[in-house]
């Protein structure tokens, strides 16, 4: 007589889908924006105090707040997802996750992460961390439909957790994380522009106004990318010509940052290239 598994059978199921649903989860944290956010968080931080107790309590939190800002953005944006080729396969199109986990665990891990900062680091840093999450969990995502300036907002709040680790050392307006801050600020426009032109027609089907989707020609779109690449070179440079960073960091900054403002010149001047691509 054959012997049936169904026990067995609804155990592998369960765990299947536990698997399923926590890699769902893990994604809505886009794990390598998450894992950039605390990196230039903790070379502030290490910058002021290269030695601290503190200093795994200010990775735990920026990671937790960080990946709760993210997962937060994947939810507003949701419906946005599914309408655009480059963003459908994200859990919350997918049906990997239901809406209302999605949004429980967004608000777990930003809550979370701010609580390990404040209890275990300072206030202060805490502050920045609500900062960066109401930036761009809250007003950013939402701003896309309303403004081209919307972009900026996001640049800002990507920018700020070298303040948060500034913060958590206890020197927030330290010049190296404010140095970090502002090339953060200057790099992200450029690299959001490129990939809002690359994909335009998602962005204006899925009703974005940032403003690759509304500049029909891409000449506003490559004139700001151009300029904020400009912008990157003495921002990036400023420590070694004041004499804080040696020669090496120098060189490396101005080939760097050379390159890259070559790159935005490209499309700057590309004129019809730009237009078709």
């Known amino acids: 007589m054959a012997v049936t598994n169904y026990p067995l059978a609804s155990a592998s199921a369960v765990r299947s889908a536990w698997t399923e649903t926590l890699r769902a989860l893990l994604a809505l944290t886009k794990p390598q924006l998450a894992v950039m956010s ?15 107790e503190a200093a795994f309590a200010t990775f735990a939190g920026t990671l937790l707040a960080a990946a709760g800002a993210l997962s937060l953005n994947q939810w507003w944006e949701r419906q946005a997802d599914a309408q655009m080729r480059r963003t459908r396969g994200r859990p919350l199109p ?8 999605a949004l429980g665990w967004s608000i777990g891990l930003a809550c979370a992460g701010c609580a390990v900062l404040v209890v275990w680091v300072n206030a202060a840093a805490a502050v920045v961390a ?6 761009y969990g809250v007003v950013y995502t939402p701003l896309k439909r309303c403004t081209r300036w919307a972009t900026e907002v996001g640049a800002v709040s990507g920018a700020l957790p070298p303040l948060l ?13 404010m140095v970090i801050f502002g090339m953060l600020l200057c790099w992200q426009m450029p690299h959001f522009f490129s990939i809002g032109w690359r994909h335009r027609a998602d962005y204006r089907a899925a009703g974005f106004r940032v403003l690759p989707a509304v500049d029909g020609t891409g000449r506003r779109t490559a004139g700001w990318s151009l300029f904020y690449a400009a912008l990157l070179v003495p921002v990036s440079i400023a420590p070694w010509l004041a004499g ?3 020669v090496i960091y120098g ?7 050379g390159g890259f403002f070559a ?7 590309a004129t019809d290239r730009r237009e078709m691509a």
């Open 38 to 52: 605390v990196l230039t968080a903790m070379v502030a931080f290490a910058t002021v105090r290269p030695a601290s």
């Open 251 to 257: 060189v490396v900054v101005a080939l760097s940052g």
């Open 94 to 101: 997918q049906a990997r996750v239901s809406p209302v986990v």
């Open 165 to 177: 680790g500034n913060a958590a050392a206890g020197e927030l307006w330290a010049a190296p994380g």
């Open 130 to 135: 609500a900062l960066t999450i109401l930036i």
């Open 244 to 246: 804080e960073l040696g």
């Open 263 to 269: 790159y935005a010149w490209q499309f700057f001047t």
